[in-house]
């Protein structure tokens, strides 16, 4: 499985930022983004199952972020509006063979690299 997530930049407060995540090689149980910033653990952010039937948003980005999936080449995106400086960090799309409600990072066996994310105040 190779992931290749791109679409990261610098970006000013109030302004958005679409990354895109390339899942080659076959369809998944559910897809995911996640972060990390300097000196933090690494934090989900977005989670959804592979048919696109149920979405989870960790609560600082709810009403802002949207995750989705292009049915024609299985292209994973992270919308992401409304950006502050506190979403600076490092994304990484990951994907797992499985979903359930409660799905966590460990879930998740394939990583791409990450795409660096700055929201400058």
């Known amino acids: 499985v190779q992931l290749q997530a791109s679409g990261g930049g610098l970006v000013q407060a109030g302004g958005s930022l679409r990354l895109s995540c390339a899942a080659s090689?076959?369809?998944?149980?559910?897809v995911g983004w996640f972060r990390q910033a300097p000196g933090k653990e690494r934090e989900f952010v977005a989670v959804?199952?592979?048919?696109?039937?149920?979405?989870k948003y960790t609560d600082s980005v709810k009403g802002r972020f949207t995750i989705s999936r292009d049915n024609r080449d299985n292209t994973v995106y992270l919308q992401m509006n409304s950006l502050k400086p506190e979403d600076t960090a490092l994304y990484y799309c990951?994907?797992?063979?499985?979903?359930?409600?409660?799905?966590?990072?460990?879930?998740?066996?394939?990583w791409g690299q990450g795409t660096l994310v700055t929201v400058s105040s």
């Open positions: 990951a994907v797992a063979s499985t979903w359930y409600s409660g799905i966590k990072a460990p879930d998740f066996t394939s």
């Open positions: 090689g076959r369809t998944f149980g559910s």
């Open positions: 959804m199952n592979w048919r696109q039937s149920s979405r």
